[in-house]
């Protein structure tokens, strides 16, 4: 066993759904210099192109709506092979549960749970007939702690859990793996909101034990070992890159 090798991933093809922005372009990214052909795939064509421009390897960029079922359908029935599949889009509506409107919370169930179901089904058909792949969806801190207004994308986040360990499961026989990332706290347009709030902000930085946000780029070495040698034998977990969110309460520091 040559252990150099265990991140490389030349001669892999790898799809990043949300490639246009945030956690996804930095990933497409990264795997490009890991040896991956990358497919960045958007809602947003021309933020897909722009990726791809920025990539040090081959690629391709498209247009695709994942909550559209016939065009994830075309677009995976179009690929020859498909090794890895990162898939990040979601959306959040941060408000008291007692406000949700039914529009709000179609929404997100449509993008978070629905939409994340269509494309891990049609990745998950492709690798398990080529026996061989690596799924890696990103659910969220949000799938194990809450605060006040993070009520249905919580809950689609956990829905997003429970689906990849339920794949894992099903399609670990035909040697594909499943996993989920679960994000801290990322700058990157999804949480603009909270950025543009200082105390909001802060108190998010104050949470962790690093003290501070994360940089999309450092989301990037959890999904290179999963789509990586190197993860062969992880599959139906959840692989938390919060800065210990998840691990300590946070609240107070006592004076010992
Ligand atoms: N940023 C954070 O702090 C954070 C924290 C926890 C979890 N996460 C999770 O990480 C993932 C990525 O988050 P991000 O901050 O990079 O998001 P982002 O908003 O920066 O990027 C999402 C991308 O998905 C694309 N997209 C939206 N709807 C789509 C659709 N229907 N079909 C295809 N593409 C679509 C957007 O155009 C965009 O390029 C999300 O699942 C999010 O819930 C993020």
């Known amino acids: 066993m040559d252990y150099k090798t265990l991140f490389d991933l030349t001669g892999k093809t790898a799809m990043v759904i949300g490639a246009g922005s945030g956690i996804g372009e930095a990933t497409a990214m990264g795997l490009s210099d890991f040896g991956a052909e990358v497919i960045c795939a958007d809602l947003n064509h021309d933020a897909a192109i722009a990726t791809l421009e920025k990539l040090s390897g081959d690629g391709s960029a498209l247009q695709l709506n994942i909550t559209e079922k016939a065009r994830v359908q075309e677009v995976f029935s179009e690929l020859e092979a498909l090794d890895v599949l990162i898939c990040t889009p979601a959306v959040n509506v941060r408000k008291p549960m007692l406000d949700y409107t ?11 749970f629905k939409g994340n179901f269509f494309a891990m089904q049609a990745a998950g058909k492709i690798m398990s007939k080529q026996k061989g792949g690596s799924i890696i969806m990103y659910s969220s801190i949000r799938s194990q702690v809450v605060e006040p207004g993070q009520s249905i994308y919580a809950a689609t986040k956990a829905a997003s859990l429970q689906m990849v360990k339920t794949l894992a499961a099903e399609l670990g026989p035909d040697n594909v793996r499943v996993n989920a990332i679960a994000p801290g706290v990322v700058e990157t347009p999804l949480t603009q909101q909270i950025k543009d709030q200082p105390d909001w902000y802060n108190a998010y930085s104050n949470k962790n034990a690093l003290g501070r946000w994360a940089q999309p780029s450092e989301l990037v070495g959890a999904a290179v070992f ?11 977990t959840l692989i938390p890159v919060d800065a210990g969110w998840l691990a300590i309460d946070g609240r107070f520091t006592p004076p010992v």
Do not use: H, I, R
């Not at 039914?102 to 978070?112: A, Y």
């Not at 999963?226 to 139906?236: F, K, P, R």
């Open 226 to 236: 999963l789509s990586s040698q190197a993860a062969s034998y992880v599959t139906g």
């Open 102 to 112: 039914e529009e709000e919370f179609d929404k997100v169930v449509n993008l978070n």
